[in-house]
C-alpha cells in the first residue's frame, strides 16, 4: 500500500480490509481487493506448499501472527490468530534470561 501511495501521484492510500467482492466499484475498492485477495492468495500458496513438501500432505497447525492476520479472521486460513506473538516469546525469552543472570 505504501509503494501505491508514495510510487504514483494519483493513487491514494487506503485501508486494508477484510472484502467480500473481488472485483471494486472504484478505484479505493479495487486497490483494497487486490491487497486483501493478492495476501490470501500468496498465504494460502505458501500453506499448500508447505504441507505438502514438509509435512506430507498432513495439515499442520497454521497460527497467524502480526496485525493484519485480524483482517483474515473470517476466512479458514488460520487454526488460531496471535497478533502479538512476537512480543509474547521475547517477552519469555527476556523473563528467561533475566533468571539466568540472576543465578
Known amino acids: 500500500m505504501k509503494a501505491l501511495a508514495s510510487g504514483t501521484s494519483?493513487?491514494?492510500?487506503?485501508?486494508?480490509?477484510s472484502k467480500q467482492d473481488v472485483l471494486g466499484r472504484t478505484?479505493?475498492?479495487?486497490?483494497?481487493?487486490?491487497l486483501y485477495f493478492g495476501a490470501l492468495?500468496?498465504?494460502?500458496?505458501?500453506i499448500h506448499g508447505l504441507t505438502e513438501?514438509?509435512?506430507?500432505?498432513?495439515?499442520?497447525?497454521?497460527?497467524?501472527?502480526?496485525?493484519?492476520?485480524?483482517?483474515?479472521?473470517a476466512t479458514d486460513i488460520f487454526d488460531h490468530i496471535v497478533p502479538d506473538l512476537v512480543l509474547k516469546g521475547l517477552f519469555i525469552a527476556h523473563k528467561i534470561n533475566q533468571k539466568s543472570n540472576e543465578l
Do not use: D, H, W
Open 10 to 17: 494519483k493513487l491514494g492510500a487506503v485501508e486494508i480490509i
Open 53 to 73: 513438501q514438509n509435512f506430507k500432505g498432513e495439515k499442520p497447525l497454521i497460527i497467524g501472527t502480526g496485525g493484519f492476520t485480524t483482517v483474515y479472521r
Open 27 to 34: 478505484t479505493n475498492e479495487s486497490i483494497q481487493s487486490g
Open 41 to 46: 492468495g500468496a498465504m494460502k500458496e505458501i
